[in-house]
């Protein structure tokens, strides 16, 4: 039983593999400004990125641009996941996936993540989403407009508070 199992999961793996590998390479295009347009995925579903025709591992990348493409990565596993689901999941939460990003990295990748909310007016690649979770310490983060609401937690003699605001255009929290 174990040795089919093996090959199912390979069989399986090599049907969604291609699917997850252009939905990462369709985001990473997006949030490198065009940049890196193709990715591959190992056996083992390694992530190497196509650079001037080359194929190279995840690895040989700068932190933010690892980071930038394992969120890509990531994105497109929870779409073809979400999208073989009966009831797809209809919310994603993001917890601090912006710290090791410049600020226009960070307006590149709110912009995708718009789009894929359907948030930005434009269905395209939508993941037919109806709430994003932003967890982030990044102020400029809340000054996008994707973001509707922003919340802040502070501390007040050493009992937390949610201090619930706008986003966006909105007033500064």
């Known amino acids: 039983m174990y040795a089919e199992f093996s090959l199912f999961d390979r069989h399986v793996a090599g049907l969604v593999a291609p699917e997850i590998a ?15 347009d193709r990715v591959e995925l190992s056996d083992d579903f390694g992530l190497r990125i196509v650079d001037d025709g080359e194929s190279f591992p995840i690895e040989s990348f700068s932190g933010g641009e690892r980071d930038v493409a394992a969120l890509c990565a990531r994105l497109a596993l929870s779409g073809v996941i979400g999208s073989q689901a009966a009831r797809p999941p209809r ?6 996936v912006f710290g090791s990003l410049d600020q226009d990295r960070r307006r590149l990748v709110l912009e995708t993540l718009g789009r ?22 990044i102020e400029d983060v809340n000054e996008s407009e994707i973001v509707d609401e922003a919340w802040r937690v502070i501390e007040e003699r050493g009992a937390s508070r949610v201090v619930r605001g706008q986003g966006g255009a909105g007033p500064a929290l």
């Open 116 to 137: 894929l909310s359907g948030a930005a007016g434009d269905d395209a690649g939508a993941m037919d989403l109806e709430q994003l979770f932003i967890i982030s310490h």
């Open 91 to 96: 919310f994603l939460v993001l917890d601090e």
């Open 22 to 36: 252009d939905r990462t390479a369709d985001y990473l295009n997006a949030v490198t400004d065009g940049h890196y």
